[in-house]
């Protein structure tokens, strides 16, 4: 886990408008997705923790907003890791239930050699669900797509029907095999499952958000999809 902290503290925050008013803030651990509303704004992720500060100013000052709702895709520090932050600026945290539920207590990932403490209070989602539910922002309505355990026990994809854009967390990494928290419940099952679900809602216009790596589209979601695949039978006795 030092390693990836220490990458996540050097690397550049790349930021891009994948659509009007829809920001994807890349290179400080998971990617961040603002999505600007009526009068406020919506953001998918954190980033690495101690960056929030930068990652706040880049949101405030690409789309004027402060932020209302923050989405977790899931419980892993690297799309975590700012809740606290933003809590305090009376952004409400929602997320699967199985993500608070790990946000408090502690962890630990053989896989990934990751020991993290439980979160302060602070940064537990206030809104949780394990069905699909939807936040309209009033200028787009973001579906939560609560999906059985795949990369862990508490994904959620988020779709902007609107925006015709697809926030996968580490359900994708462009450029890279799955990765499997099997301590908190992932399969390569559910991965593989989880991708086919959501290749459904894509048209050959979607855009799609990895949890890390460049902004892809259905075909680099087929990619993936096929990785996948390809993994299990390799996997397999």
Aim: hydrophobic share 40%; aromatic share 6%.
């Amino acid at each position: 886990m030092d390693l990836s902290r220490a990458t996540y503290r050097s690397a550049p925050l790349v930021v891009t408008e994948i659509r009007p008013r829809v920001f994807a803030f890349v290179g400080t651990g998971g990617t961040v997705t603002a999505i600007g509303g009526s009068s406020e704004c919506a953001v998918i992720d954190t980033g690495y923790g101690p960056r929030v500060d930068e990652i706040r100013s880049a949101i405030t000052s690409t789309l004027h907003q402060s932020a209302r709702w923050l989405i977790n895709t899931h419980w892993h520090f690297d799309h975590s890791d700012g809740n606290s932050r933003f809590a305090e600026a009376g952004t409400a945290i929602v997320a699967h239930e199985n993500c608070r539920i790990r946000l408090s207590r502690d962890q630990y990932v053989p896989s990934l050699n990751w020991k993290i403490s439980a979160a302060p209070r602070t940064a537990w989602p206030v809104l949780t669900f394990n069905a699909q539910v939807a936040v309209d922002v009033g200028s787009d309505t973001l579906e939560l797509l609560s999906q059985s355990p795949a990369h862990t026990d508490a994904d959620v994809a988020v779709w902007l029907s609107t925006s015709n854009v697809l926030v996968m967390g580490d359900l994708m990494s462009t450029g890279s095999y799955p990765i499997i928290d099997e301590s908190s419940h992932g399969s390569l099952s559910g991965m593989i499952q989880a991708v086919d679900r959501l290749l459904q809602l894509a048209n050959s216009e979607t855009l799609v958000v990895p949890g890390h790596g460049p902004i892809g589209n259905p075909d680099s979601l087929l990619e993936f999809a096929t990785c996948c695949a390809a993994l299990k039978v390799g996997l397999s006795p």
